[in-house]
């Protein structure tokens, strides 16, 4: 008997495998094809194979050991799909950049200079801040205990772009601020701290959110000394949407609260709040703010907007229009890496618009792929929300893959003309130091929830009495 209960009791402690040799598989591939695809730009531009191969290859391959061995002994048990997949974006994004930067319109450009070897040093850093991120937060757990610091240090980043002789006005948008000659959008920082904030207020808060005074068109109406908490994140939104002239980052920051806030309370009234709010709010600031009011003309008639530009019209932009443009030459399987006219679309091409490069080279097939890549990310975040054993781990999973899924929705709604152009970059993809650095730590705080789930509890302690226990049958 007593080895059937020590048997038992060593199943019960193995639990689910690490996985690791899988993800260690999976990032050959996210190696492999992106150097094909930069081998493919080379013999598609000047018919021979690019000079910078070794290193672009080399680089990218020493980021995926990096950061395979820094899951490997940090984090055993994480998810093995979250770092192949994300390397192959971030892999595909220095291609499409560096297949921009030898654009002869580009270089013609007084402003122009190469990206892809700053994004490349970029990357490398988000992987080395992947790396502290497992090594220097053992237990997701620790987090909850700086729940209000996390709001005053989201609140600060997000007010640093207002600060005189620190922020920067680019493109109409007060976004970024400029240190020692680099532009930092702290914003991108911002919302894996404010999840933090949101996952720590709504564990504690969820009951009283969850109740409901009445109930209206089959809705349950919150109680009203319960809507303070979103009216003060909207109230935020609206206010970055004011001053900083930034549709991305409202949108981002009051779409994860109510997405969080749905999840923890279960109530769908919170959603259709949600909607309303931001309706309203979107609708009350275009009425005075001139940047908003352009980028919805552009949404609305990208072809007068086009036509206006070409006449030397200040204030319209025909980057939507030649986005479109994109998007239908490429067709199904694209015109082919190398060979298409994206950057006809100019400095933004390789930011705002890098996914009509996308679209134009490698068709609608290509998109799709691409989407379906963040899907599997947005995907895995999710599940390990679910096997989260706690509930301010669940929440911080939801939040941070929600924050991700909105930030790809809003990029490509807009790019394709489903909604009005936000300014944010696409995840791992387009040229911008902030958001790759930021996005790569986002993965990591993910992975380190996804090992704590996964991790097998400890075998229990074996009990002495248990050997002298004797079943006495009558």
Avoid: C
């Amino acid at each position: 008997m007593s080895s059937s209960t020590h048997q038992t009791s060593t199943i019960g402690a193995v639990g689910a495998p690490s996985r690791r040799n899988t993800e260690l598989a999976l990032l050959v591939f996210a190696v492999v094809i992106p150097v094909f695809a930069y081998i493919n730009v080379g013999l598609a531009i000047d018919g021979s194979i690019p000079a910078g191969l070794a290193t672009y290859g080399l680089s990218l391959g020493a980021m995926a050991a990096l950061g395979h061995l820094a899951v490997r002994k940090l984090a055993p048990y994480a998810d093995p799909l979250l770092l192949p997949l994300a390397t192959l974006l971030n892999g595909l994004g220095l291609v499409a950049i560096w297949r921009l930067d030898q654009s002869e319109r580009l270089q013609a450009r007084r402003e122009f200079f190469e990206q892809a070897p700053n994004q490349l040093l970029y990357s490398g850093l988000g992987i080395v801040l992947f790396a502290l991120v497992l090594f220097l937060l053992k237990d997701h757990r620790v987090l909850q205990r700086y729940t209000y610091i996390s709001m005053l240090a989201a609140l600060v980043l997000l007010l640093l772009p207002l600060v005189p002789g620190l922020g920067k006005d680019l493109y109409g948008a007060k976004i970024w601020i400029s240190v020692a000659g680099f532009s930092i959008q702290p914003a991108e920082f911002a919302k894996i701290v404010i999840a933090v904030f949101f996952a720590g207020y709504l564990m504690v808060k969820r009951d009283a959110l969850a109740l409901a005074s009445r109930r209206f068109l089959g809705l349950y109406l919150p109680r009203g000394r319960d809507l303070g908490p979103i009216l003060v994140v909207w109230a935020v939104s609206i206010l970055i949407l004011v001053f900083e002239t930034d549709l991305g980052t409202s949108l981002l920051f009051f779409g994860m609260f109510v997405i969080m806030l749905y999840v923890a309370t279960e109530r769908t009234s919170w959603i259709v709040f949600g909607l309303l709010m931001s309706a309203v709010g979107a609708v009350t600031v275009a009425t005075f703010e001139s940047h908003v009011q352009q980028r919805v003309q552009a949404w609305l008639d990208p072809m007068n907007e086009w036509k206006l530009s070409r006449q030397g019209v200040t204030g319209h932009t025909e980057q939507s229009q030649e986005a479109l443009w994109a998007f239908g030459s490429g067709g199904t399987l694209g015109s082919g890496w190398g060979q298409g006219h994206s950057d006809l679309i100019g400095f933004a091409a390789n930011s705002d618009f890098i996914l009509a490069t996308f679209a134009e080279e490698i068709g609608l097939t290509g998109v799709m792929a691409i989407l379906l890549l963040y899907v599997l990310i947005v995907q895995r975040g999710i599940r390990t929300a679910l096997a989260a054993r706690d509930p301010f781990g669940k929440l911080l999973a939801v939040g941070l893959s929600g924050a991700f899924a909105l930030q790809v929705f809003v990029v490509a709604g807009g790019v394709m003309g489903l909604i009005p152009l936000t300014g944010m970059t696409l995840p791992f993809v387009a040229a911008g130091g902030s958001a790759v650095i930021a996005n790569w730590a986002l993965i990591g705080v993910l992975l380190r929830i996804s090992d704590t789930a996964r991790r097998p509890a400890p075998a229990p302690a074996p009990n002495p009495d248990a050997e002298m226990t004797q079943v006495v049958r009558p």
